[in-house]
Nanobody, 124 residues
Framework: QLQLVEFGGGLVQPGGSLRVSCAAP????????IGWFRQAPGKEREGVSC???????NYANSVKGRFTISRDNAKDAVYLQMNNLKPEDTAIYYC??????????????????WGRGTQVTVSS
């Protein structure tokens, strides 16, 4: 079973920045959509951002203008740069990949492979 791995979570003060990374040893991200999701305590998991094979991106309204997703196909890695973090961004962040090819706009459904998550805590 394919396993994605997230890196880079941690504790940051409000207004600070953090970058989380996603990789999958032995798996090629090329032509797949990769998404970032998060789940806060007591809340449902929600889509944060995704990127298709063409580089087309999609963001939740709550993070637009603050988060940036990018991918490096040569390294089979996807990154989520998070700026101006707020306490409400505190959650476990998961990356996920589709098994199908996604060239156009990505959406927050239809992901088949998941990581175990990395904790992001925004607190003073």
């Amino acid at each position: 079973q394919l396993q994605l791995v997230e890196f880079g979570g941690g504790l940051v003060q409000p207004g600070g920045s953090l970058r989380v990374s996603c990789a999958a040893p032995g798996f090629t991200f090329d032509r797949k959509a990769i998404g970032w999701f998060r789940q806060a305590p007591g809340k449902e998991r929600e889509g944060v951002s995704c990127i298709s094979s063409s580089g087309s991106t999609n963001y939740a309204n709550s993070v637009k203008g603050r988060f940036t997703i990018s991918r490096d196909n040569a390294k089979d890695a996807v990154y989520l740069q998070m700026n101006n973090l707020k306490p409400e961004d505190t959650a476990i962040y998961y990356c996920a990949a589709t098994s199908r090819v996604v060239i156009g706009l990505c959406v927050f459904e239809g992901y088949d492979y998941w990581g175990r998550g990395t904790q992001v805590t925004v607190s003073s």
